[in-house]
C-alpha cells in the first residue's frame, strides 16, 4: 500500500487531544489520498456532536455535523454506531485503511472489511480499561470485544506496552508482528515554550480530570506547606468538564480560594497552550489503585513537555519511567511529604528547574507525530 494514494477512513472521539484527531490532521495534510474522519462524543466531553469531515488535498470539508444527547451508556454506543454507518453510506466510497480507537468502532470496521468496504484494519488502544464498568456482565462483554477487535484486526497499536502485556495475561492471541507500541503523539504546533524569565516563579499546573484517583485531594493537603515555604505558589486547574462542587467547598473550607485559579474547560487549543506555557511545573497525581486503568494509557503530561514544563507525577503511567529516565522532572510516590518537597524543589532551585525544562523540551521530541506516524506504518509495510 502506498499511503499517499490511499483513502483513510479515521473513528473515534472528537477530543482534539486524543491521538485519532492528531492522525487525521497529520494524514490530512497531503500525506494521504482522503482522509475521512468520523467523530462522536467521549462520556465526559463537554461538547456533544458527531461529525464526518472529508480531507482531499489538504483542504477540508465538513459533510455533516450533528448535535449529540447526553451520554446514556448502552444507547449512546449503539447511536455512535448507527451514525457512523450512515456516514460510510453517504461517502459512498471503498476505503483502503481504516484506523478505530475504541472496540464498538472496532468491531465496526471488521463489518465494513467483511462487506469490502476497507481493505485494512487498525485498532488503535488508547483507553483501555480491564475494569471499565462496574456491572459485571458489562465488562466481560467489553474485554470479549476488546479480545475479538484485537485478534481479528489487521493491525493492533497500543499507545503503551502495558496494554499488549496486560492482552497475554488475559489469554488474547495475536501476532506480535502485527502488535505495535504507537504513543499518543505531539503535533508541532504543540512545541511551543516560553522563555524560562517569562515564566511566572510560583505557577502550577493540574490539567485533566479531577475525579477519585486523580490526586486533587492530595495537592490540597500538600499546598499549605508548600506555600509556608513559597508564598507565590498557585495552582492553575484546567479540566475536561464542570469543576465539581465538593471541591470547591473543600478548597473554601481550608481557606485555600487565594492558592488556585479554577479555569475549568478550555475549548480553544491556542488558548490552552498560553496557560500550559505560563507553568513552572505540571502535575500528574494518580493514585495507585490497583484497578486504576493510567497503567495502561498515555498519560497527557506530553502536554507539559512540549512546552517546557517539568513534571511531578507519581509512576503509575508508564512514561513516569522515560521521564525519570529523562530527568525531565521528579517521580514520587503517593505521599504529601514526597510531593511537598518535590514542587519545593523545581519552584526554588533554579538550576535544577532549568535542566529538568531543557530535558522537558528534548524528551518531547521524540513524541513527535511526524517521527511517531511514518515509523508505524514502515513498520506495518505501507510506504509514505
Known amino acids: 500500500m502506498n499511503l499517499r494514494r490511499a483513502r483513510v477512513m479515521i473513528v473515534g472521539g472528537n477530543n482534539t487531544a486524543g491521538p485519532l484527531p492528531d492522525l487525521t490532521r497529520f494524514l490530512s495534510a497531503g500525506r494521504a489520498k482522503v482522509v475521512s474522519f468520523i467523530g462522536h462524543?467521549?462520556?465526559?466531553?463537554?461538547?456533544?456532536?458527531?461529525?464526518?469531515?472529508?480531507?482531499?488535498?489538504?483542504?477540508?470539508?465538513?459533510?455533516?455535523?450533528?448535535?449529540?444527547?447526553?451520554?446514556?451508556?448502552?444507547?449512546?454506543?449503539l447511536l455512535d454506531l448507527a451514525l457512523t454507518t450512515f456516514f460510510v453510506l453517504i461517502l459512498r466510497r471503498r476505503h483502503d485503511l481504516y484506523v478505530s480507537?475504541?472496540?464498538?468502532?472496532?468491531?465496526?470496521?471488521?463489518?465494513?472489511?467483511?462487506?469490502?468496504?476497507?481493505?485494512?484494519?487498525?485498532?488503535?488502544?488508547?483507553?483501555?480499561?480491564?475494569?471499565?464498568?462496574?456491572n459485571p456482565l458489562l465488562n466481560s462483554l467489553y474485554l470479549r470485544l476488546d479480545r475479538l477487535v484485537a485478534e481479528e484486526s489487521d493491525w493492533s497499536w497500543d499507545v503503551v506496552?502495558?496494554?499488549?502485556?496486560?492482552?497475554?495475561?488475559?489469554?488474547?492471541?495475536?501476532?506480535?508482528?502485527?502488535?505495535?507500541?504507537?504513543?499518543?503523539?505531539?503535533?508541532?504546533?504543540?512545541?511551543?515554550?516560553?522563555?524560562a524569565k517569562e515564566?511566572?516563579?510560583?505557577?502550577?499546573?493540574?490539567?485533566?480530570?479531577?475525579?477519585?484517583?486523580?490526586?486533587?485531594?492530595?495537592?490540597?493537603?500538600?499546598?499549605?506547606?508548600?506555600?509556608?515555604?513559597?508564598?507565590?505558589?498557585?495552582?492553575?486547574?484546567?479540566?475536561?468538564?464542570?469543576?465539581p462542587e465538593r471541591l470547591r467547598t473543600l478548597i473554601s473550607e481550608r481557606g485555600l480560594d487565594d492558592c488556585f485559579d479554577l479555569m475549568g474547560f478550555i475549548p480553544d487549543d491556542r488558548e490552552y497552550?498560553?496557560?500550559?506555557?505560563?507553568?513552572?511545573?505540571?502535575?500528574?497525581?494518580?493514585?495507585?489503585?490497583?484497578?486504576?486503568?493510567?497503567?495502561?494509557?498515555?498519560?497527557?503530561?506530553?502536554?507539559?513537555l512540549a512546552r517546557g514544563v517539568p513534571v511531578v507525577m507519581t509512576g503509575v503511567s508508564p512514561i513516569a519511567a522515560e521521564i525519570e529516565s529523562a530527568d525531565a522532572g521528579v517521580i514520587i510516590e503517593y505521599d504529601k511529604e514526597q510531593l511537598v518537597d518535590a514542587l519545593?524543589?523545581?519552584?526554588?532551585?533554579?538550576?535544577?528547574?532549568?535542566?529538568?525544562?531543557?530535558?522537558?523540551?528534548t524528551l518531547a521530541e521524540q513524541y513527535r507525530v511526524d517521527r511517531?506516524?511514518?515509523?508505524?506504518?514502515k513498520r506495518m509495510g505501507i510506504e509514505p
Do not use: M
Not at 519545593?344 to 523540551?361: P, V
Open 41 to 77: 462524543p467521549f462520556e465526559d466531553d463537554l461538547e456533544r456532536r458527531s461529525q464526518l469531515v472529508d480531507y482531499r488535498g489538504g483542504r477540508s470539508r465538513p459533510r455533516w455535523t450533528l448535535g449529540r444527547e447526553p451520554h446514556w451508556w448502552a444507547f449512546s454506543y
Open 101 to 134: 480507537g475504541s472496540p464498538h468502532f472496532g468491531l465496526l470496521g471488521l463489518i465494513l472489511r467483511r462487506l469490502g468496504i476497507v481493505r485494512k484494519t487498525v485498532f488503535w488502544t488508547h483507553d483501555y480499561h480491564p475494569r471499565r464498568f462496574r
Open 199 to 243: 515564566v511566572p516563579a510560583g505557577s502550577i499546573l493540574l490539567s485533566g480530570l479531577v475525579k477519585d484517583g486523580y490526586g486533587f485531594d492530595l495537592l490540597v493537603e500538600a499546598i499549605p506547606l508548600v506555600r509556608e515555604r513559597n508564598p507565590s505558589a498557585r495552582v492553575t486547574v484546567t479540566t475536561y468538564g464542570p469543576f
Open 372 to 377: 511517531v506516524i511514518p515509523a508505524a506504518f
Open 161 to 195: 506496552p502495558t496494554i499488549g502485556e496486560h492482552r497475554l495475561e488475559r489469554g488474547v492471541q495475536t501476532c506480535r508482528e502485527r502488535v505495535l507500541v504507537v504513543c499518543d503523539p505531539l503535533e508541532e504546533k504543540e512545541l511551543a515554550s516560553l522563555p
Open 344 to 361: 519545593l524543589k523545581l519552584l526554588s532551585d533554579d538550576d535544577f528547574y532549568g535542566r529538568c525544562r531543557e530535558n522537558a523540551l
Open 273 to 304: 497552550s498560553q496557560v500550559v506555557q505560563r507553568q513552572r511545573v505540571g502535575l500528574a497525581l494518580y493514585e495507585p489503585r490497583t484497578n486504576s486503568h493510567k497503567k495502561y494509557s498515555d498519560s497527557r503530561v506530553k502536554t507539559y
